[in-house]
């Protein structure tokens, strides 16, 4: 073993987790020995960089609301608190909205969760009929669409760029960075002692945080911390219409649960939850057939001019489903000292590492939580009490 192997804090994967706390650990303690192991710095396959991107204040729990002001927050000044020596990150922020339709089921908790949004300043609003068909032209509504929920600062970045912009920045402030395969994390009796890689060299830290995303179970298990996580094969489509668009559209989620993103002109991407999403590590593959056989009457529904469009590309990354309770499980398991996590977003952890970030490193140091986020700890999976967003217990 030599000195150089030895850490204060060790973060077991570099997507938008790992680098996010190796920052905010960096920025409030500057003499801490923090050590990132990824591996692979393309990030092909990390959710972060496959993610669409998105961030929404449009939630019913108020940690979760108030996790994406402080999101709002960063990115306004993302580019000059991010720009390093020899980089300055551009995220291309486009702020075009949420706007989700709602049908009678949906309509007293949608507008609770409005009337939630709207005590904490977010600049969220119920839109009647009329003012969904004007602001979304391409709609023609069914009968049961009762309204819609229009988060006016909701919006879509580039995940690669805030990944680099937190990469980058966590290790100008002294952060190492290693590319390598972790074969296992470490531990003696109830405490954390580092990690080791594919090539059997160890590293050493009595805190080890496992953020390698929808993997952490296959790190996690042979320590004994069971998470309550899945890792799905989740897809995405790029469609083009047969219709040119000059105004950005804002991002619209139907009351059947797909998702669309106008990406300019006549540009969509296009996603959502599938009976035939399936269970794995590394199939990363893709399918057409399923646009075409789960998905596209459903969205010619609510927009018939999609009858007419070329499926022109896609993709699909790895969704982590917290089986739990589907929200962050964050902080120190119990019963293994050291041992912390950032994981179980489901389909919102890109938006949430500013605020994970921040409060993961203040729970490190002992320091007073700015916005305290302890009702995602994960020992309420340990004591069985979930927190459910919503009533019908999804996000
Ligand atoms: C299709 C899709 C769309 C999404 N859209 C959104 C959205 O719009 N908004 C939003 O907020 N969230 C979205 N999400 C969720 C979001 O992508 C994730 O919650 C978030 O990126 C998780 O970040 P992470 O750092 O935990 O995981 P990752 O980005 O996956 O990072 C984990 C890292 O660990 C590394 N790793 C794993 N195992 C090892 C090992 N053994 N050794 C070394 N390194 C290892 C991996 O290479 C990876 O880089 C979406 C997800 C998907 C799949």
Redesign the pocket.
Known sequence: MTTSNNFDIIL???????CAIAYNLLKRDATLRVLI????SS?D???????????RVQFNLKPNIEMSLYGLEVLATFSEEFATADHTPHIDFRQQGNLYLVNAAGEDFAKQGIATQQSLGCAVEWLERAAIEQLYPLLSLPDDVVGGSFGRKDG?MS?LAVLQGYRRKSMELGATFLE???AALLKEGDQMTGLRLANGDVYHAPIVFN?????AP??AEPLGVNLPLISLN?Q?FTVEIDAHLDEILPMLLLPNGIYLFHEGGSSFIV?GASPDDFVTYDDFSWSRTRFEEQMWEKLVDYLPSFDRLKVTNGWS????INTFDHNAILGEWPGLRGYYC??G?????????HAVGRFSAELILGLPHELDLSMFLAKRIAENRPIYENPARLI
Not at 211 to 215: F, L
Not at 317 to 320: H, T, W
């Open positions: 077991a994967g570099g997507g938008i987790m790992g192991v990824e591996r692979d990030y396959r990390s959710s972060t960089v496959l993610s669409d991107g998105n961030t879509s995940p390598a395969n972790i953020v390698t995303g929808a993997w296959i790190l989740r995405v996603g990354g790895l969704y982590a950032a994981n977003f489901s389909g919102h952890g890109f938006q949430q590492c």
